[in-house]
């Protein structure tokens, strides 16, 4: 999960899930790419799944403001990159 701020000073998250429904990296000519060629070669297409955003409430005992989330997937290979 990551954690941003967005312009009027609210919490937003963005969780980064991996799945296997999700394509793998593509390189210039949009071919998919083997485990091997994930290792040190960097412009590579990372196909992702965005999700709709979505309204998250904060405790409330910090604050009675609410915040936003979105959810982002990709593939599992090419993750440890």
């Known amino acids: 999960m990551y954690k941003a701020r967005d312009n009027k ?10 799945h296997e429904l999700v394509g793998r990296p593509l390189d210039a000519a949009m071919v998919e790419v083997s485990d091997e060629h994930l290792r040190g070669i960097g ?21 009675n403001r609410s915040g936003g989330a979105l959810t982002t997937a990709r593939s599992p290979r090419g993750a440890g990159r």
């Open 9 to 18: 000073g609210g919490k937003v998250f963005f969780n980064a899930v991996e």
């Open 43 to 63: 412009s590579l297409r990372v196909p992702l799944d965005v999700g709709d955003p979505f309204e998250v409430s904060r405790r409330p005992r910090r604050s």
